[in-house]
């Protein structure tokens, strides 16, 4: 019998877009090479719709790109220098164990380099950690409506995904950990600070749910808004606990989502085990150079969380300017609670989008009141402010 699998279509990550994909083949009469049988019960879906691809089906682009929680600020002025000095020399690959950037990373958090995994983004570290800890058929946790790209590898793995609604706009610890014991589930995911509501957690709540885990369950703790977050909600570091991965990113506030940059940091058994499965030239050497580059620069860094807060607020002004509701956030986005329900909150965003407005929204029950607008230059937000009133006139109207 096959295992039982997680389905990954109907909706899970609309919006937080989802897109569907015909394959050919079928109904023909000839002879294919088999999927398997995971392959096979797949529904073809990625987890994001892009805004490219949507520029490509309207035949236009987009006068504000505000929806992909990317840091519309950009990198560091150095890190764009050390690119363009390094241009050159792209015809070699990248040092396969990313050595200066590991031990810089290392010496940044004050934990060994044996501590410090890195990747093409969290994205491709979550897929490598699901690989490693994931039997066809084990139930793994999420909170309902969290970040979708860790389901789309559950499902990818023959994982079984057990969610865990939220309460009020953040994630449930207390029913994170019954969900745990009761499934014997071998991993638990929370993104603290959160996509997609952008709320956050105190070290505390999540210092008390990492003692209470099962020893045998590992918890992924996303942190890739950690360097946006107070330091209130950031857990002090504890490389000796083998339960516990930490996720960090260089797309966010860092500002190189193109680059594909991430690091897992945990104990040093369970990071040697990425050097198993992962893809050993898959940092490039240009990325490695840019992540270099941008942690040598940490007074642009502190700039720029600077302008993400003030972004942030301005985002909750034009929110409140139209009678609306912007979810307190410690990320590069605020989720604004549109006050109705999931179908207005889409018609607000299709409005937008139709003002070349690119901005997402959360798809799951409950969140999905709100539109999720991220960060970005002034005379990006400019329009935002200035569409947003017409975005919400028209989906008002009655279709
Ligand atoms: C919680 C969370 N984790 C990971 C990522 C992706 O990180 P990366 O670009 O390093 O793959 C995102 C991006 O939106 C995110 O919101």
């Not at 002025?77 to 015809?91: E, L, T």
Request: with cysteine; charged share 20%; glycine share 8%.
């Amino acid at each position: 019998m096959p295992p039982r699998l997680f389905s990954y279509g109907h909706g899970a990550a609309i919006c937080d877009s989802q897109m569907h994909v015909n394959l050919p083949n079928s109904g023909s009469s000839m002879t294919t090479p088999p999927f398997t049988p995971l392959i096979a019960s797949l529904s073809s879906s990625v987890p994001f719709v892009g805004p490219e691809t949507l520029e490509r089906s309207r035949g236009r682009p987009f006068a504000a790109r505000l929806g992909a929680n990317e840091n519309g600020f950009g990198p560091a002025p150095s890190v764009i220098a050390a690119m363009q000095a390094a241009a050159g020399d792209v015809w070699k690959y990248g040092d396969p164990e990313n050595h200066a950037l590991k031990e810089t990373i290392a010496a940044h958090l004050g934990v060994s380099t044996r501590n410090i995994a890195i990747g093409p983004g969290v994205d491709c570290l979550l897929g490598l950690v699901v690989r490693q800890y994931v039997n066809p058929g084990d139930a793994v946790i999420n909170s309902l409506g969290g970040y979708p790209t860790f389901n789309y590898h559950v499902a990818g793995f023959g994982g079984r995904l057990v969610t865990v609604p939220y309460r009020n706009d953040r994630g449930d610890l207390g029913a994170l950990l019954d969900a745990v014991r009761r499934e014997n589930a071998p991993l638990v995911y929370l993104a603290n600070p959160d996509n997609p509501m952008g709320t956050w957690l105190e070290a505390e709540a999540i210092q008390s749910f990492i003692e209470a885990l099962p020893e045998t369950t590992l918890f992924i703790l996303d942190e890739a808004y950690g360097e946006t977050a107070p330091a209130s909600a950031i857990p002090p570091l504890d490389v000796e606990r083998p339960n516990v991965l930490r996720m960090r990113t260089f797309s966010k506030a860092y500002g190189l989502a193109g680059m594909r940059c991430g690091y897992a940091v945990g104990a040093g058994e369970q990071i040697a085990a990425f050097d198993k499965i992962r893809d050993h030239f898959g940092v490039s050497r240009m990325t490695q150079v840019a992540a270099l580059a941008a942690l040598a620069d940490q007074a642009y860094l502190h700039h720029v969380v600077g302008e993400i807060a003030a972004a942030r607020q301005r985002i909750e002004k034009i929110a409140t300017a139209n009678g609306l509701q912007a979810i307190p956030s410690a990320t590069n986005f605020v989720a604004i609670d549109c006050g109705r329900d999931g179908a207005f909150a889409r018609r607000v965003l299709e409005e937008l989008i139709e003002r070349d407005i690119f901005v997402r929204k959360p798809a799951a029950p409950v969140l999905d009141r709100c539109i999720r607008v991220s960060v970005g230059p002034r005379a990006e937000l400019d329009l935002i402010e200035e569409r947003l009133p017409l975005a919400l006139a028209a989906a008002d109207k009655p279709a």
